[in-house]
């Protein structure tokens, strides 16, 4: 099983949002959002989104959206 997980990450490194999804179309649908939402100011700080996978739900950060659609 492959798992997506979508994380916006602040300078800090802290986990902003997460969402884990089981489908590719609905982890690069998110990868994209998170993209768009992130401002100049923010990027210019150091934010990040990253898109990564696993293979366990066990491997999904725990404060994640988790969508198994």
């Not at 997460?18 to 179309?25: G, K, L, N, W």
């Not at 998110?30 to 996978?53: I, K, P």
Request: aromatic share 8%; proline share 3%.
């Amino acid at each position: 099983m492959t798992i997506w997980v979508n994380e916006q990450i602040d300078p800090a490194g802290i986990t902003y949002a997460c969402i884990a999804s089981q489908t590719e179309e609905h982890a690069k649908a998110c990868y994209e959002s998170f993209q768009e939402n992130l401002t100049d100011h923010q990027r210019a700080e150091g934010w990040v989104v990253t898109m990564r996978t696993v293979d366990s739900w066990d491997d999904v950060p725990v404060a994640a959206l988790k969508l198994s659609v």
